[in-house]
């Protein structure tokens, strides 16, 4: 396993449109393998493909309490089959756009269909936090991040704080 670098914004990449996976195969699977390290050393709870470069569906995720053991979670070529009506704000975070913390509107619950580790389907509901997180992560596999769900304002007040992160560090 190895640390991969997080891209941060404006890269360009992060706008990409990422590509569905053909096979669920072993370099699959240590990609997968080095997103999880990235993810937990960053630390986040979250991580998607583009967001180290590799244009492709796939997102690992881990929503364990810092007490409670690791539980990661894969998520391959994921499509949402059914969001609620009902909606809820969360206040979300990106590694992709570090320190910057907003709300974001979402639907409060959604039902999934993804390839887990193995390359089996598998179909889940997701509610809060686990949905929140999923949705952020998808949006990411269509080159959107979640301050774009903000205003014009606030995302271009963001992208120039990190910009300033960056020059400073
Ligand atoms: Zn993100």
Redo the contacts with the bound molecule.
């Keep these: 396993m190895a640390l991969r670098e997080i891209l941060v914004v404006p890269h360009p990449v992060l706008k990409t449109i990422s590509a569905p996976v053909a096979a669920v195969d072993d370099d699959l699977r240590a990609l997968m393998d080095d997103m999880l390290e990235t993810m937990y050393a960053a630390p986040g709870i ?3 493909a583009v ?1 180290v470069g590799v244009a492709k569906r796939v997102i690992v995720m881990d929503l364990a309490r810092p007490e409670e053991p690791k539980a990661p979670r894969f998520y391959i070529n994921p499509e949402i089959l059914w969001a609620s009506d009902e909606t809820a704000p969360y206040e979300e975070g ?4 570090p320190e910057i913390y907003d709300e974001v509107e979402r639907p409060s619950r959604v039902k999934l269909r993804y390839l887990n580790y193995q390359g089996e389907q598998v179909e889940e509901d997701a509610e809060g936090l686990f949905a929140v997180c999923i949705q ?2 998808m ?2 596999l269509e080159g959107v ?2 301050i774009d769900h903000l205003s014009r304002l606030k995302r271009e007040q963001a992208v120039k704080k990190v910009r300033k992160q960056a020059k400073a560090a």
Excluded at 94 to 97: A, H, P
Aim: proline fraction near 0%.
């Design positions: 979250g991580l998607a967001q990106c590694l992709s756009v952020h992560e949006d990411h991040l979640f």
